[in-house]
């Protein structure tokens, strides 16, 4: 695995896409150990996915990777065709759950 090759060379962060390659494992491999900067889907979820869906898919990745001194970051890109309502909710769910811990 790359990514544990790269904490054993040790980075600080990691730049990883949530769905492509799990969320659980991402857990496993990189929680308390690196910084994540979680990718979050936009593929699937984000521009096709019920609002929420989307508030769902933020509340659990937050509740999964992030610890309370810290180590998540979340980057969200939007496109076209993600409908306004999906932005909003991706927003408000990020807003919510930034200081979960």
């Known amino acids: 695995e790359v990514a544990e090759q790269l904490i054993e060379a040790g980075v600080d962060?990691?730049?990883?896409?949530d769905l492509v390659n799990?969320?659980?494992?991402?857990?496993?491999?990189c929680k308390g150990r690196v910084c994540i900067d979680l990718d979050i889907d936009r593929q699937r979820i984000?521009?096709?996915?019920?609002p929420e869906e989307v508030r769902r898919h933020i509340e659990y990745v937050v509740k999964t990777l992030s610890l309370r001194e810290g180590?998540?970051?979340?980057v969200?890109?939007?496109?076209?065709p993600t409908p306004f309502e999906n932005i909003k909710a991706l927003v408000e769910a990020m807003e919510n759950h930034m200081w979960l811990h």
């Open 76 to 80: 969200a890109g939007i496109y076209p």
């Open 13 to 17: 962060i990691l730049n990883i896409q």
């Open 22 to 29: 799990g969320v659980e494992s991402i857990a496993g491999i």
């Open 46 to 50: 984000t521009p096709f996915g019920a």
């Open 71 to 74: 180590g998540l970051m979340l």
